[in-house]
């Protein structure tokens, strides 16, 4: 399985993933002393956190405004008229088309209720023992006889990017060009010409799909768009498309990384791996103090619709504002010890999810395979440990981030 999965991403000596990890931090450690810094003496920052050297002819990225305090950046995300969303067509809608992540309202709220229905927590109730957990359980049986597995690469990595397919009611054996796709399609900054490509590629496999969804629905979420009706009109195939490509990636990232953080936390903190365990109504709350200490996801952009201002700051109208959530749930104003994991601690709404009108959409289904792949290998891999051999198992990232490998050992139950 592992050369499979291997093998569905790298093409040549071009691995998207790594190049994609280059850009966009590489192996940045540890940002948060450097946040806390910001906090305490430079809550609004003029720079940026891509790495310039490393991107591409035709991809230029102006300094942004970016916010470290909790309070800041809950304000921010919750005032969508002074700071508008827009901006995200200009950057991904290169390769998206114009997606609800750039839409304002009313059109945004419009066309998320499209699909809003199926990301409901009611209607994931049924999919998990329809298909979720059969997934995640289907993965674990390749390689549970081994004693011995990489969790990235043979669980992690592909649960979410199956789950959403089946979502969309694609077959199986598409799953892998998806996954390459969707890192190509996001990884734009890394290669323009491949994440143009990988658009092209989603646009023309998504074409002969809606046809035949128009001509017989099915009970899946491209059906529920091609029946889907704003102000009395059908949305059309460019508009169906967009959506489908900010589901696929999106659906796929942040559960990936949200799994794998906090896989990581646990197996490097022993006593909570041991008292989850053993206790398995803690797992919510771990599901979200990992959320919040290690976000899959630290930074999104906003674009100011006016001249304001932001802990003391004057931000002019135009200009590029970037929260940085990765910062704001660390905020010591807000959470006691805020550097150090722990699943025990009070809860507090953090904002791994974002918040305000655009609060990610897939957040139930996140929670969820997170918590069946939490499962799944608490029930299924007794005595688990790290493993790291001559590897280095760590979290990185300076904005997506999670481990790119998780070497375990056990025993199989």
């Not at 990489?150 to 969309?168: G, K, N, Q, Y």
């Not at 009611?169 to 734009?188: T, V």
């Not at 910062?327 to 994991?341: G, I, P």
Request: aromatic share 8%; hydrophobic share 40%; charged share 30%.
């Amino acid at each position: 399985m592992v050369d499979q999965q291997v093998s569905a991403v790298p093409e040549g000596d071009y691995d998207p993933f790594e190049a994609f990890d280059d850009v966009i931090g590489g192996d940045v450690r540890d940002p948060y002393p450097d946040f806390a810094d910001r906090r305490r003496n430079q809550p609004v920052w003029q720079g940026s956190f891509m790495n310039h050297e490393l991107l591409p002819e035709g991809i230029e990225v102006g300094d942004d405004w970016i916010v470290f305090r909790y309070d800041d950046c809950s304000r921010i995300l919750r005032d969508a008229k002074t700071f508008s969303s827009a901006g995200y067509d200009a950057t991904i809608g290169m390769v998206m088309g114009h997606m609800i992540l750039g839409m304002d309202e009313p059109e945004h709220r419009q066309n998320r209720n499209l699909v809003a229905e199926a990301f409901r927590e009611r209607s994931l109730a049924r999919w998990e023992p329809e298909f979720i957990a059969p997934i995640c359980n289907e993965l674990i049986d390749r390689f549970i006889d081994r004693g011995e597995a990489d969790l990235v690469r043979e669980l992690t990595f592909e649960f979410p990017v199956r789950v959403i397919a089946r979502l969309l009611g694609l077959p199986e054996e598409d799953f892998p060009r998806f996954q390459r796709w969707s890192i190509e399609l996001i990884g734009l900054g890394a290669d323009i010409d491949r994440g143009l490509a990988a658009s092209e590629s989603l646009k023309a496999y998504f074409a002969g799909v809606v046809a035949d969804r128009r001509r017989q629905p099915r009970d899946d979420v491209i059906s529920d768009l091609v029946t889907a009706e704003i102000a009395g009109e059908k949305l059309d195939d460019e508009a169906i498309f967009a959506f489908l490509r900010l589901l696929l990636p999106a659906g796929a990232e942040t559960t990936y990384r949200s799994s794998g953080n906090l896989l990581y936390l646990l197996l490097t903190h022993p006593d909570q791996l041991e008292a989850v365990t053993k206790d398995r109504s803690l797992l919510p709350q771990a599901i979200e103090e990992g959320l919040r200490f290690e976000p899959p996801l630290l930074t999104i952009n906003r674009t100011a619709t006016r001249d304001v201002e932001v802990a003391g700051v004057t931000i002019p109208a135009g200009g590029s504002v970037t929260p940085c959530l990765g910062s704001a749930n660390h905020d010591e104003t807000r959470w006691e010890e805020a550097e150090r994991f722990d699943i025990f601690r009070a809860p507090l709404p953090h904002l791994a999810f974002a918040h305000g009108p655009h609060m990610c959409l897939g957040m139930h289904l996140a929670r969820l395979e997170t918590r069946v792949v939490i499962g799944a290998v608490l029930d299924r891999l007794r005595d688990i440990r790290l493993d790291p051999g001559d590897r280095d198992p760590h979290i990185h990232g300076l904005i997506f981030r999670s481990p790119t490998s998780l070497p375990v050992r056990f025993q199989p139950a």
